[in-house]
Every structure is written in C-alpha cells, then in structure tokens.
C-alpha cells in the first residue's frame, strides 16, 4: 500500500504560478510512476502530467505542456508540480497518484488539493 499526501492548493490570480506537493509513504519501493490529475466542477477527472519514478521521462497534457513541470525527490519521497502562467481553466481539485505498473490504470490516490485560479 503507498499512502499519497497533496499539499500546495491554494487561490491564485490568472497569470501567477503555484507548487504543489505530493508526499509518498509506504510501499513507495513498488512505485513504477507516479503522476497529477485535475478535476474541474462538473468536470471528469483529466490527467495533467506523469513521471517515472526510477527514470527521466515525463509526460504531459497538451492543454499544460510549457507551463507545468513535474519533477520528483526521491530522497524526500516526494512529487512536485510547478505551475506557472496560470488561467482559470487549471481551477479544480488536483489529485496526486501512482501506479506499480505501465498500464493505463492507476493504483494509488491522494485526497486531492484545491487550486483556484481567478481573473
């Protein structure tokens, strides 16, 4: 089991940048990637950016490449989203997760932390 904390939320103005968090625990030894996903109201749930937890790589959504970076300590066991230039269409509950494996399924969620961009 791998227990995901997100913290870093907050209200934010159009145009500024914001840090989110994702602290992992437990059986991170498992962890093959680990990932952010974003929910507006009344929106699905989208994913935003993914990274390999013993690699490089990084992925992103179209709608965030260029303004988002994710990136991870892996001594701190820990995920970090950097937002920048920000527009109130990244407003949502952002949720942190990861997956033992490759496939498109995800194991393990966070609670979510709350962004909240305004114009």
């Known amino acids: 089991q791998v227990e995901l904390v997100e913290s870093g939320g907050a209200l934010v103005q159009a145009g500024g940048s914001l840090t989110l968090s994702c602290v992992a625990s437990?059986?991170?030894?498992?962890?093959?990637?680990m990932g952010w996903f974003r929910q507006a109201p009344g929106q699905e749930r989208e994913w935003v950016a993914s990274?390999?937890?013993?690699?490089?790589?990084?992925y992103y959504a179209a709608t965030v490449e260029g303004r988002f970076t994710i990136s991870k300590d892996k001594v701190k066991n820990t995920l970090y989203l950097q937002m920048n230039n920000l527009n109130v269409d990244d407003t949502g509950a952002y949720y942190c997760?990861?997956?033992?494996?490759?496939?498109?399924?995800?194991?393990?969620w966070g609670q979510g932390t709350r962004v909240t961009v305004s114009s």
């Open positions: 997760t990861a997956s033992e494996g490759s496939g498109s399924s995800w194991d393990y």
């Open positions: 437990g059986r991170t030894a498992n962890v093959f990637r």
């Open positions: 990274i390999l937890w013993r690699h490089t790589a990084t």
